[in-house]
T-cell receptor, first 112, second 116 residues
Framework: GEDVEQSLFLSVREGDSSVINCTYTDSSSTYLYWYKQEPGAGLQLLTY?????DMKQDQRLTVLLNKKDKHLSLRIADTQTGDSAIYFC????????????FGQGTELSVKP | DAGVTQSPTHLIKTRGQQVTLRCSPKSGHDTVSWYQQALGQGPQFIFQ???????QRGNFPDRFSGHQFPNYSSELNVNALLLGDSALYLC???????????????FGSGTQLSVL
Protein backbone atom coordinates (compact mmCIF):
# COMPACT_ATOMS: atom_id res chain seq x y z
CA GLY A 1 0.00 0.00 0.00
CA GLU A 2 0.89 3.65 -0.02
CA ASP A 3 2.59 4.84 3.14
CA VAL A 4 5.31 7.37 3.86
CA GLU A 5 6.78 7.65 7.35
CA GLN A 6 9.05 10.18 9.02
CA SER A 7 10.31 10.77 12.52
CA LEU A 8 8.42 13.67 14.09
CA PHE A 9 11.14 15.83 15.64
CA LEU A 10 14.80 16.72 15.16
CA SER A 11 16.83 19.25 17.13
CA VAL A 12 20.30 20.45 16.09
CA ARG A 13 22.74 23.24 16.89
CA GLU A 14 23.34 26.05 14.43
CA GLY A 15 26.23 25.16 12.13
CA ASP A 16 25.78 21.39 12.51
CA SER A 17 24.44 19.14 9.77
CA SER A 18 20.84 17.94 9.94
CA VAL A 19 19.70 14.61 8.55
CA ILE A 20 15.97 14.00 8.11
CA ASN A 21 14.90 10.47 7.25
CA CYS A 22 11.90 9.03 5.46
CA THR A 23 10.74 5.54 4.53
CA TYR A 24 8.15 4.60 1.95
CA THR A 25 6.44 1.35 1.09
CA ASP A 26 5.42 1.48 -2.57
CA SER A 27 8.13 0.28 -4.94
CA SER A 28 6.50 1.99 -7.91
CA SER A 29 7.57 5.45 -6.74
CA THR A 30 8.75 7.60 -9.62
CA TYR A 31 9.76 10.84 -7.94
CA LEU A 32 10.52 11.56 -4.30
CA TYR A 33 10.36 15.05 -2.89
CA TRP A 34 11.31 17.19 0.05
CA TYR A 35 9.07 20.13 0.90
CA LYS A 36 9.53 22.76 3.63
CA GLN A 37 6.66 24.37 5.50
CA GLU A 38 7.09 27.38 7.75
CA PRO A 39 4.40 28.40 10.26
CA GLY A 40 1.26 29.69 8.58
CA ALA A 41 2.66 29.08 5.12
CA GLY A 42 2.18 26.70 2.22
CA LEU A 43 4.71 24.16 1.03
CA GLN A 44 8.00 25.16 -0.58
CA LEU A 45 9.59 22.62 -2.92
CA LEU A 46 13.19 22.17 -1.76
CA THR A 47 14.39 19.41 -4.04
CA TYR A 48 13.32 16.17 -5.68
CA UNK A 49 14.97 13.04 -7.00
CA UNK A 50 14.00 10.59 -9.71
CA UNK A 51 13.74 7.03 -8.45
CA UNK A 52 16.58 5.73 -10.63
CA UNK A 53 19.07 8.10 -8.96
CA ASP A 54 21.02 7.44 -5.77
CA MET A 55 22.01 10.94 -4.83
CA LYS A 56 21.33 14.55 -5.69
CA GLN A 57 23.16 17.60 -4.36
CA ASP A 58 21.86 21.14 -4.49
CA GLN A 59 23.95 23.71 -2.58
CA ARG A 60 23.53 22.88 1.15
CA LEU A 61 21.07 20.07 0.44
CA THR A 62 21.98 16.45 -0.27
CA VAL A 63 19.34 13.84 -1.00
CA LEU A 64 20.21 10.15 -0.68
CA LEU A 65 17.92 7.42 -1.99
CA ASN A 66 18.27 3.76 -1.09
CA LYS A 67 15.70 2.12 -3.32
CA LYS A 68 16.37 -1.38 -1.99
CA ASP A 69 15.49 -0.29 1.57
CA LYS A 70 12.92 2.29 0.38
CA HIS A 71 14.73 4.94 2.43
CA LEU A 72 15.15 8.61 1.57
CA SER A 73 17.15 11.17 3.50
CA LEU A 74 17.72 14.91 3.34
CA ARG A 75 20.98 16.31 4.68
CA ILE A 76 21.20 20.04 5.34
CA ALA A 77 24.78 21.22 5.74
CA ASP A 78 25.65 24.17 8.03
CA THR A 79 22.11 24.34 9.42
CA GLN A 80 20.90 27.85 10.22
CA THR A 81 18.10 29.11 12.49
CA GLY A 82 16.18 30.04 9.33
CA ASP A 83 16.04 26.35 8.48
CA SER A 84 13.70 25.75 11.44
CA ALA A 85 10.48 24.45 9.88
CA ILE A 86 8.54 21.27 9.17
CA TYR A 87 10.00 19.12 6.41
CA PHE A 88 7.79 16.78 4.43
CA CYS A 89 8.88 13.80 2.40
CA UNK A 90 6.53 12.90 -0.48
CA UNK A 91 6.36 10.48 -3.38
CA UNK A 92 4.50 10.14 -6.65
CA UNK A 93 3.68 6.75 -8.06
CA UNK A 94 3.98 5.48 -11.61
CA UNK A 95 1.13 6.75 -13.75
CA UNK A 96 -0.22 8.97 -10.96
CA UNK A 97 1.77 12.10 -11.62
CA UNK A 98 0.46 15.04 -9.64
CA UNK A 99 -0.83 12.92 -6.77
CA UNK A 100 1.67 13.33 -3.96
CA UNK A 101 1.67 11.01 -0.95
CA PHE A 102 3.10 12.84 2.04
CA GLY A 103 4.64 11.77 5.30
CA GLN A 104 3.56 13.37 8.57
CA GLY A 105 6.42 15.82 8.53
CA THR A 106 9.56 16.25 10.66
CA GLU A 107 9.79 19.37 12.79
CA LEU A 108 13.36 20.67 12.67
CA SER A 109 14.42 22.94 15.52
CA VAL A 110 17.74 24.75 15.15
CA LYS A 111 19.19 26.15 18.35
CA PRO A 112 21.71 29.02 18.29
CA ASP B 1 5.80 35.92 -12.23
CA ALA B 2 2.96 35.19 -9.83
CA GLY B 3 3.04 31.89 -8.06
CA VAL B 4 0.00 29.89 -7.01
CA THR B 5 -2.56 32.16 -5.39
CA GLN B 6 -5.45 31.07 -3.19
CA SER B 7 -8.42 32.91 -1.74
CA PRO B 8 -9.61 33.54 0.82
CA THR B 9 -6.74 33.05 3.26
CA HIS B 10 -9.02 32.34 6.20
CA LEU B 11 -12.64 31.31 6.46
CA ILE B 12 -15.01 30.46 9.30
CA LYS B 13 -18.16 28.43 8.65
CA THR B 14 -20.67 26.51 10.71
CA ARG B 15 -21.64 22.86 10.42
CA GLY B 16 -23.93 22.09 7.50
CA GLN B 17 -22.90 25.11 5.46
CA GLN B 18 -21.22 25.03 2.07
CA VAL B 19 -17.89 26.62 1.14
CA THR B 20 -16.04 27.51 -2.07
CA LEU B 21 -12.28 27.97 -2.18
CA ARG B 22 -10.43 29.40 -5.16
CA CYS B 23 -7.04 28.84 -6.75
CA SER B 24 -5.12 30.47 -9.59
CA PRO B 25 -2.22 28.35 -10.85
CA LYS B 26 1.28 29.54 -11.47
CA SER B 27 1.65 31.25 -14.84
CA GLY B 28 2.09 28.67 -17.59
CA HIS B 29 0.67 25.78 -15.56
CA ASP B 30 -2.42 23.89 -16.68
CA THR B 31 -3.02 21.31 -13.94
CA VAL B 32 -4.41 22.00 -10.48
CA SER B 33 -4.49 19.63 -7.51
CA TRP B 34 -6.13 20.14 -4.13
CA TYR B 35 -4.90 18.86 -0.80
CA GLN B 36 -6.30 18.89 2.74
CA GLN B 37 -3.86 19.33 5.61
CA ALA B 38 -5.25 18.67 9.07
CA LEU B 39 -3.39 20.10 12.05
CA GLY B 40 -0.16 18.22 12.69
CA GLN B 41 -0.53 16.01 9.61
CA GLY B 42 0.86 15.87 6.12
CA PRO B 43 -1.33 17.00 3.22
CA GLN B 44 -3.84 14.49 1.83
CA PHE B 45 -4.66 14.45 -1.90
CA ILE B 46 -8.27 15.38 -2.69
CA PHE B 47 -8.36 15.53 -6.50
CA GLN B 48 -6.65 16.84 -9.62
CA UNK B 49 -8.05 18.80 -12.55
CA UNK B 50 -6.68 18.94 -16.07
CA UNK B 51 -8.45 20.15 -19.22
CA UNK B 52 -11.42 21.08 -17.05
CA UNK B 53 -11.96 17.49 -15.96
CA UNK B 54 -11.30 15.62 -12.73
CA UNK B 55 -8.43 13.25 -13.59
CA GLN B 56 -7.61 11.65 -10.26
CA ARG B 57 -9.36 11.52 -6.91
CA GLY B 58 -8.26 10.61 -3.42
CA ASN B 59 -10.33 9.05 -0.64
CA PHE B 60 -12.70 11.94 -0.07
CA PRO B 61 -16.51 11.80 -0.06
CA ASP B 62 -18.71 13.28 -2.77
CA ARG B 63 -19.28 16.32 -0.55
CA PHE B 64 -15.96 17.47 -1.96
CA SER B 65 -16.26 18.62 -5.55
CA GLY B 66 -14.34 20.88 -7.85
CA HIS B 67 -14.19 22.71 -11.08
CA GLN B 68 -11.55 23.98 -13.46
CA PHE B 69 -12.16 26.94 -15.72
CA PRO B 70 -10.81 27.58 -19.25
CA ASN B 71 -8.15 29.90 -17.79
CA TYR B 72 -6.93 26.93 -15.66
CA SER B 73 -8.07 28.43 -12.36
CA SER B 74 -9.98 26.11 -10.07
CA GLU B 75 -12.53 25.97 -7.29
CA LEU B 76 -12.97 23.48 -4.47
CA ASN B 77 -16.48 23.13 -3.08
CA VAL B 78 -17.36 21.39 0.14
CA ASN B 79 -21.02 20.77 1.01
CA ALA B 80 -22.63 19.91 4.35
CA LEU B 81 -19.55 20.91 6.32
CA LEU B 82 -18.48 18.81 9.28
CA LEU B 83 -16.27 19.79 12.19
CA GLY B 84 -13.66 17.40 10.80
CA ASP B 85 -13.40 19.44 7.62
CA SER B 86 -11.49 22.08 9.55
CA ALA B 87 -8.05 22.14 7.94
CA LEU B 88 -5.64 24.02 5.72
CA TYR B 89 -6.64 23.52 2.09
CA LEU B 90 -3.73 23.70 -0.30
CA CYS B 91 -3.76 24.10 -4.05
CA UNK B 92 -0.85 22.95 -6.19
CA UNK B 93 -0.21 23.57 -9.85
CA UNK B 94 1.93 21.85 -12.44
CA UNK B 95 2.31 21.53 -16.19
CA UNK B 96 1.45 18.52 -18.30
CA UNK B 97 4.24 17.79 -20.76
CA UNK B 98 4.30 14.87 -23.17
CA UNK B 99 1.02 13.66 -21.71
CA UNK B 100 2.44 13.36 -18.21
CA UNK B 101 2.27 15.89 -15.38
CA UNK B 102 5.57 17.59 -14.79
CA UNK B 103 7.40 16.46 -11.67
CA UNK B 104 7.49 19.93 -10.17
CA UNK B 105 4.43 20.86 -8.17
CA UNK B 106 4.17 24.33 -6.70
CA PHE B 107 1.89 25.04 -3.77
CA GLY B 108 -0.06 28.09 -2.71
CA SER B 109 -0.16 29.35 0.87
CA GLY B 110 -3.51 27.73 1.48
CA THR B 111 -6.93 28.59 2.85
CA GLN B 112 -7.41 27.94 6.56
CA LEU B 113 -10.98 26.71 7.01
CA SER B 114 -12.51 26.55 10.49
CA VAL B 115 -15.85 24.80 10.93
CA LEU B 116 -17.67 25.63 14.18
Amino acid sequence: GEDVEQSLFLSVREGDSSVINCTYTDSSSTYLYWYKQEPGAGLQLLTYIFSNMDMKQDQRLTVLLNKKDKHLSLRIADTQTGDSAIYFCAETLYNQGGKLIFGQGTELSVKP
Amino acid sequence: DAGVTQSPTHLIKTRGQQVTLRCSPKSGHDTVSWYQQALGQGPQFIFQYYEEEERQRGNFPDRFSGHQFPNYSSELNVNALLLGDSALYLCASSLVAGGLPNEKLFFGSGTQLSVL
